[in-house]
């Protein structure tokens, strides 16, 4: 157990002005045979001085001393010493323990200068008073004592005894008639050899605590816990370590303090907040461990592949050599491109004269005969006599007309076609001059197209070639390649070649080579399926390549042949022209690029067939008259003109799928069917020939349009159509012509005109008819 550590007192120097200043009884009187005040060689500090007050005299300033229990001698000796010093005795440790309290009681009492009064009384109750002569001695002594140093010598003897303390008692009972002016004493009683060896180890201990003692609070602090973690406390046992006992007093619990309610869901929703975030958290750090992961394999397969690479020389040959082949291809083509786009304008123009030739010829033959025919109702009897004046210009027109049907007649008498119709002919028929010129220029632009590329190695001209290099390229070193994006660049590479190989293709013949048989579409075909072939890009920027070329290659030529060379009133170039459109749009991907390529083209398509039924379309209506001979001039005439028609509104049928419905509706039915056909059947005279005019009709309307099993009633456009078939159906029955009526009802129920097939059956007791069959 750690000793606490005793006080020290610093010693109090006397001043002169202390023992002078006062005059008689005032300084300090030496007691014969008294024990000198530094016992055993040591000093000890005094209390700091303290003022007393009385109610008769002034005050003085006195050290105070404190006097030890029980030190003081009461036995039955009749006299004690009483020792003056600068010091204050210190009691043992045990005493220390049991009075701490009364002596800090018997300090601040303020009776404490009495309870000294009686005790010295009891001491030493025999005083004798010093006389002046001593007194004046004792000061001398004094003074010559503090002269050399600045404290008082502790070798002091003073011979004299018990008489010296009587006169020092008497003086002070003579200066000190109060019992608050008594002199304090400042000797202690006579010790024990136990007090003397306690005190001189608390001496001991006090200077070598003297420095501890001025260390901060929080340095002993600190020794406090060091001394906790040392100490093994046992239970049961009080162990004192610090001077304040509060501090190490354990905390108790407080039970006024409230706590919120605890149940069993609020404990299980905190486990499962808990739980979402460990989760949460585990699942970052396994995305950011798989990504790690990930991470170590790419670059060890970096790796492996640095390693496993061909020499670099290799490479960076092959990266030069694949340079400067396609900057001979970019230069090559960069020459050449200003000679095919002459030549592909040199045979759209050949071919767009060629069709406004044969359209003007068309038109004027039509306004020709017209007017020839409008002139024979007005001279009736000059033209019975043959004797009708034309210009000369008018007649060759009409005959240079008249022999072209007669060698159209004599080639389908001797093919077997006895089934047509006069009017539903081309009629685009060149003269032997015109062929041959026309065959010729034809022949020059071609063997000028040969000539574009005879100066080129077939490595930078031919199609196939130049995909080979890339396909190696794509083969070897497929992260550049894609890293290059060539499959967007081939496109517009390739295009001048296909482009020279186009200028021989015309869409708008039958025996037109299909674009799916053409070499360069056979070989951009096989390179795009070499690239499926290749999974690790899914982009697949090489599977769009053919939709390219074609958006960038085929598309705008077949828009020039649409708005230039097409003529809509021909059957033969219009089903050549939506075959290859059909087949065109197949391969065509989608996207924005492909989509206004797409939408123009068919914008052309809709405004030349617009044009064609305003400038072709012509059905005269003449009087009944003139129309008594089945073989007059005039219903010749007018028949050509609605076959002509009929032969457009066919046509103009066959872009079904290619061009929206209500397009369609519009073209087809309401601008030509309602406003020509119609009408021309509702002049025709009810038969045979009106009913196969109105069967006619009723196959060329696409059967996609009457599908829905719902409809009891036709699309609103075919109501006239409708119409003109009841007034044939109810002028028929009146005559000997009631199978036709049959025909009739098959008619509207094709149409979806099924409302009105079952009133016609059912008013002329007709049984039920068979289904129609296709082909109507």
């Not at 790690?292 to 492996?304: E, L, P």
């Not at 007005?378 to 009409?398: C, T």
Request: net charge negative.
């Amino acid at each position: 157990m750690a000793l606490r550590p005793p006080r020290t007192f610093r010693r109090r120097q006397v001043e002169p002005s202390d023992s002078e200043g006062d005059g008689e009884g005032a300084g300090l009187e030496e007691q014969p045979g008294a024990v000198p005040a530094g016992a055993g060689g040591r000093a000890e500090r005094a209390e700091p001085p303290r003022r007393a007050r009385g109610s008769r005299g002034r005050g003085r300033v006195w050290a105070s001393s404190r006097r030890s229990p029980g030190s003081a001698p009461r036995s039955g000796r009749g006299a004690g010493v009483i020792l003056e010093s600068g010091t204050a005795d210190l009691s043992t440790d045990e005493e220390e323990e049991t009075h701490p309290s009364s002596e800090s009681k018997g300090d601040q009492s303020p009776g404490s200068e009495s309870s000294s009064s009686l005790e010295d009384k009891e001491v030493s109750p025999i005083v004798k008073v010093p006389d002046s002569a001593f007194i004046q001695d004792a000061r001398r002594k004094r003074a010559s004592a503090r002269t050399p140093g600045d404290y008082i010598s502790l070798d002091v003897h003073h011979p004299s005894g018990t008489s010296d303390r009587k006169k020092t008692h008497e003086e002070d009972t003579e200066s000190d008639p109060d019992d608050c002016e008594k002199r304090i004493l400042f000797a202690p009683k006579p010790q024990t050899l136990r007090q003397r060896m306690a005190e001189e180890t608390s001496v001991r201990n006090a200077e070598a605590s003297e420095e501890e003692s001025q260390e901060d609070e929080s340095q002993d602090m600190w020794e406090q816990q060091q001394m906790r973690k040392a100490v093994k406390i046992i239970e049961g046992q009080n162990i004192d370590l610090s001077h304040n006992s509060d501090s190490q007093t354990p905390k108790k619990f407080d039970t006024s303090i409230s706590f919120p309610p605890v149940n069993l869901e609020i404990i299980k929703k905190q486990l499962n907040n808990r739980l979402t975030l460990l989760q949460e958290s585990h699942r970052s750090h396994q995305r950011e461990y798989e990504k790690y992961v990930q991470d170590i394999k790419s670059s060890k397969t970096a790796i492996q592949n640095l390693e496993n690479t061909s020499d670099h020389a290799l490479n960076y040959k092959f990266y030069k050599g694949m340079k400067i082949y396609v900057e001979n291809i970019v230069d090559c083509l960069n020459e050449k491109i200003a000679s095919i786009e002459e030549l592909e304008s040199s045979t759209c123009t050949l071919l767009s004269k060629r069709s406004e030739a044969l359209l003007k010829r068309r038109q004027e033959e039509l306004k020709c005969e017209s007017s020839y025919l409008q002139k024979l109702s007005r001279n009736a009897d000059a033209s019975a006599n043959g004797n009708l004046a034309l210009d000369e210009k008018d007649q060759q027109i009409l005959e240079e007309m008249e022999a072209r049907r007669m060698q159209r007649r004599q080639a389908r008498a001797l093919s077997g076609n006895c089934d047509h119709q006069e009017g539903t002919s081309s009629d685009d028929e060149l003269s032997p001059a015109e062929v041959t010129n026309f065959q010729k220029r034809q022949g020059d632009i071609l063997q000028d197209c040969k000539k574009v590329f005879e100066d080129v190695h077939d490595d930078f001209c031919n199609v196939q070639n130049i995909l080979l290099k890339f396909q190696q390229w794509r083969e070897k070193y497929p992260d550049s390649y894609y890293e290059a994006f060539v499959g967007f660049c081939l496109p517009k590479l390739l295009s001048p070649l296909i482009r020279v190989q186009l200028l021989d293709w015309n869409p708008l013949k039958l025996d037109s080579m299909a674009l799916n048989r053409m070499p360069w579409f056979t070989s951009v075909k096989e390179f795009m399926d070499g690239s499926a072939e290749d999974t690790r890009k899914e982009d697949g920027s090489d599977k769009n390549i053919l939709s390219a070329v074609i958006n960038k290659t085929v598309v705008p030529r077949l828009t020039d042949f649409v708005e230039f060379i097409w003529d809509p009133l021909s059957a033969s170039q219009t089903r050549s022209l939506t075959v290859h459109c059909r087949l065109l749009f197949e391969q065509v991907a989608s996207g924005n690029e492909v989509r206004k390529s797409k939408q123009d083209l068919l914008k052309s398509v809709v405004g030349r067939i617009k044009k064609s039924i305003e400038d072709d379309v012509f059905i005269p209506l003449y009087p009944k008259s003139s129309e008594e001979g089945k073989r007059s001039p005039h219903s010749k005439f007018q028949e050509r003109q609605f076959w002509g028609a009929l032969k457009l509104f066919r046509n103009i049928l066959l872009w079904n799928g290619l061009l929206p419905d209500d397009i369609l509706h519009d073209l087809g039915l309401g601008k030509l069917l309602n406003r020509y056909l119609t009408i021309a059947l509702t002049d025709a005279i009810p038969g045979p020939d009106a009913v196969k005019k109105c069967s006619q009709i009723a196959e060329c309307l696409p059967e996609k349009w009457f599908e829905s099993s719902a409809m009891r009633a036709s699309i609103p456009q075919l109501e006239n159509f409708v119409q003109v078939l009841l007034q044939f159906a109810h002028k028929l029955s009146s005559s000997e012509f009631r199978n036709e009526i049959d025909e009739i009802i098959l008619i509207l129920m094709k149409v979806k005109a099924l409302n009105q097939a079952e009133s016609l059956r059912e008013e002329h007791h007709l049984e039920p008819p068979t289904p129609p069959v296709s082909g109507i």
